[in-house]
């Protein structure tokens, strides 16, 4: 059984940074093509940043958004999945989901809410 538990939301000011981080079991993290999506308040869900397995070459790639700001990185040891945000906008405000694709199947967390202030 695979099984995601993010953490590391909250509410900051405009201009900060925060790290969510995407603790992964079942599953190793470096096999698997991993994603950061994210809800805004009555919005649908939009994928915010992804990585492909090790196999893939790890590529990286970010919504256009975010380039720049964020930055999706993974652990292989500790297997867990990172998402570095720097220079938060109130637009970032939303609850953030881990995605783990692995065994042609799409396993996600429960969700961490970011909320940047003005």
């Known amino acids: 059984q695979v099984r995601l538990v993010e953490s590391g939301g909250g509410l900051v000011q405009s201009g900060g940074s925060l790290r969510l981080s995407c603790a992964v079991s079942?599953?190793?993290?470096?096999?698997?093509?991993m994603s950061w999506y994210r809800q805004p308040p009555g919005k649908e869900r939009e994928l915010v940043a992804s990585?492909?397995?090790?196999?893939?070459?790890?590529?990286?790639a970010y919504v256009d958004s975010v380039k720049g700001r964020f930055t999706i990185s993974r652990d292989n040891v500790k297997n867990m999945l990172y998402l570095q945000m720097t220079s938060l906008k109130q637009e970032d405000t939303a609850v953030y989901y881990c995605?783990?694709?692995?065994?042609?199947?799409?396993?996600w967390g429960q969700g961490t809410q970011v909320t940047v202030s003005s």
């Open positions: 990585m492909s397995s090790a196999g893939g070459g790890g590529t990286t």
């Open positions: 995605k783990c694709t692995a065994r042609l199947s799409d396993y």
């Open positions: 079942g599953f190793p993290v470096g096999f698997a093509a």
